[in-house]
């Protein structure tokens, strides 16, 4: 299947993209995620000395992107429900979770409870001022006229997977969350591409796959992995799985 990424910002690069089948993204968060990443107090830094990955030498990586407000959210819903068929599908903080769901519904999609997905290890508080939560959110949506899509996950764990950028997401877990709300030979678009982790997640479930990167750097970084090349689906597999599933195999 096919990987079409395009460098700049998704207003502009993909404005010639008609309707997609499903809109998979994980964009910016909130500024209250931004903000509490870059630590600031000398509690935090002594800290920082002590904990395994400061041990090994590294340090925390700051984010490099802008947060998202509720304007772009409105803006970014606005742009792409009217031309998403299926499922629309955001990971975010719990900030700006109810700003996604409330503007989904303004465009008449069902809006589902959010989905948890745990990122084992991920947002430590080191000040101990409060309790750390590894918890970020999966909001779905689907037009009021797509019925009977099936079982669909009910939360979703962190594969303790490197991520290429900052933010990113495992493929392992974005391959899962294709699987959830698309088929076999749907358009994939993700106008947040950052690594094109999940554009190459859709490619390797037999799913063809479109998205912008505005950052020229994590671009040319996410043209190498798609260059690497990736694993398509054996052919006739998914007819395969689908069987099996409705035989109650359990594969």
């Known amino acids: 299947m096919t990987i079409d990424l395009r460098s700049g910002e998704w207003q502009t690069v993909l404005a010639d993209v008609g309707e997609v089948d499903a809109l998979i993204v994980d964009a910016p968060y909130s500024d209250k995620t931004h903000e509490s990443h870059s630590p600031r107090s000398t509690v935090l830094t002594a800290c920082k000395r002590d904990s395994k990955w400061a041990a090994r030498g590294g340090t925390r990586r700051q984010i490099d992107y802008a947060c998202l407000s509720p304007d772009a959210v409105r803006e970014f819903v606005d742009a792409w429900s009217p ?4 499922w629309f599908v955001t990971i975010t903080d719990d900030v700006l979770a109810p700003e996604w769901a409330l503007r989904l519904r303004a465009h008449d999609r069902y809006v589902f409870a959010p989905l948890p997905l745990v990122e084992t290890g991920s947002r430590v508080r080191l000040t101990g ?19 009977n899509w099936g079982t669909l996950q009910g939360a979703y764990v962190d594969m303790n997977e490197r991520k290429p950028v900052i933010g990113g997401k495992p493929l392992g877990l974005m391959r899962a969350i294709v699987r959830d709300y698309s088929r076999p030979g749907d358009l994939v678009c993700d106008p947040c591409a950052g690594g094109a982790t999940t554009l190459i997640a859709a490619a390797m479930e037999g799913r063809r796959a479109i998205g912008a990167e505005r950052d020229p ?4 970084l996410a043209q190498k992995r798609i260059a690497k090349g990736y694993t398509p689906p054996l052919p006739g597999i998914d007819d395969t799985l689908a069987k099996a599933k409705q035989e109650g195999l359990g594969l």
């Open 217 to 220: 750097n994590t671009y040319a």
């Open 83 to 86: 031309r998403t068929r299926g």
């Open 129 to 147: 001022d409060g309790p750390s939560s590894w918890t970020c959110w999966v909001v779905v949506a689907r037009p009021r006229s797509l019925k």
